[in-house]
């Protein structure tokens, strides 16, 4: 029996640029091996400065990256991705993407 494809949408920290954090390494391979499987990944980046300029791998050559600069434009931009956004104690916000199966 085979595991069906998965369209997923992805929100991290970076896959861009390594510079002073793990998370890219843990991301990359990640999206790697969903893509090695036959899934389809977007990779949702915030554009910030102190990752802009070291970018170490700007466009990965596995799944798609896309980078936002913002919840409002993250909502605008990726509604279709975008479920539920709201307000948590202290101001942060959450955003739920959301996860489809692919049609085969």
């Not at 104690?89 to 049609?103: H, L, N, T």
Request: glycine letters at 8%; hydrophobic letters at 35%.
């Amino acid at each position: 029996m085979s595991t069906p494809c998965l369209n997923i949408a992805m929100l991290g920290l970076s896959i861009t640029s390594s510079w002073g954090h793990g998370h890219a390494t843990t991301y990359r391979g990640l999206v790697r091996a969903l893509v090695e499987r036959g899934h389809t990944v977007l990779f949702l980046e915030r554009d910030v400065p102190c990752y802009a300029a070291p970018r170490d791998v700007p466009a990965p050559p596995y799944g798609h990256t896309e980078l936002y600069t913002g919840l409002e434009d993250l909502q605008d931009c990726f509604m279709k991705l975008v479920i539920c956004r709201r307000e948590l104690p202290g101001g942060s916000r959450a955003v739920y993407p959301v996860y489809r199966k692919a049609s085969l």
